[in-house]
């Protein structure tokens, strides 16, 4: 059984800084493209950064920057380090597996005030 965990999100005012994890179970890790996506009230879920099975990344242009996107094969993990928050930056943020199918994970809030 595939398990996505994320962890990390939390409320940060403006110009603050937090790190996202999310820690799969039931999957070879190493084999999967990774993703971090957020939604906001009332819009679509977007893409904001993923990572391949070799470490290429590629960042939606509004984090570019400020986002960092990396993975721990060892420790079936990816992580999203966000500095330099702003209030658009506030979401439900999940991460995603794939490979031939789609897993996700149960999404976290991040908040961040002005």
């Known amino acids: 059984q595939v398990q996505l965990v994320e962890s990390g999100g939390g409320l940060v005012q403006a110009g603050g800084s937090l790190r996202l994890s999310c820690k799969a179970s039931?999957?070879?890790?190493?084999?999967?493209?990774a993703g971090w996506y957020r939604q906001a009230p009332g819009k679509q879920r977007e893409l904001v950064a993923t990572i391949t099975r070799s470490s290429k990344t590629n960042y939606k242009d509004s984090v570019k920057g400020r986002f960092t996107i990396s993975r721990d094969n060892a420790n079936n993990t990816v992580s999203l380090q966000m500095n330099s928050l702003k209030p658009d930056d506030t979401a439900v943020y999940y991460c995603k597996l794939t490979i031939y199918s789609d897993y996700w994970g149960q999404g976290t809030q991040v908040t961040v005030t002005s």
């Open positions: 039931g999957i070879i890790f190493s084999l999967y493209t």
